[in-house]
């Protein structure tokens, strides 16, 4: 782990640019009347999220001469996902329980508990990251629903810019 934390196949960039995409989407996802476009459009941010953080590795991987799939990028991988299919199946059966008002403290949550999963193969950053998702997810558990797509805003779009340039600055991209 020591090693892993020395460098990282995390792309500081491509958290820039999943920041950017979901600092845009929250308030068209805040404008939306129906509550089905809502979670639609926050999962259609994830899929794209996922594929542009998923390609910007890579390609930081392969700018340096380092596996994406192997060894550290592995580790992060098989830590981040446990969490990831736990938030997933939590939301469906929040969907599924008319509970949808609780899934951006989830959400929030959830990629904070996968974020510091695979920071610990990762620099410091990005377990710090992950920690303050918690944060957020803890008060967008209590706050008023009216505030969610703002606290997601916060999250998935203001956290994955200030520590996707930190990343990208300190860490090669």
């Known amino acids: 782990m020591e090693a892993a934390a020395a460098d990282t196949v995390v792309s500081g960039w491509g958290m820039v640019s999943v920041g950017a995409v979901a600092t845009l989407v929250a308030p068209l996802a805040h404008a939306l009347q129906s509550r089905t476009a809502w979670v639609m459009a926050w999962l259609g941010t994830a899929c794209v999220a996922m594929l542009i953080l998923v390609g910007a590795s890579y390609r930081k991987a392969s700018r340096t001469d380092r596996s994406a799939i192997g ?19 939590m939301s469906g059966a929040l969907l599924w329980r008319g509970g949808i ?6 959400w929030l949550c959830m990629y904070g508990v996968a974020v510091m999963a695979g920071g610990a193969f990762s620099v410091r950053a990005v377990p710090v990251m992950g920690a303050a998702f918690l944060l957020l997810g803890g008060i967008a558990l209590v706050a008023p629903v009216s505030v969610g797509d703002w606290l997601m805003m916060a999250g998935f779009g203001g956290l994955h810019l200030v520590f996707g340039t930190w990343v990208a600055v300190r860490h090669g991209g």
């Open 101 to 106: 008002d609780l899934l951006p403290g989830i």
């Open 71 to 89: 060894g550290a990028g592995r580790k992060f991988v098989l830590a981040v996902l446990p969490a990831m299919v736990v938030g997933l199946a």
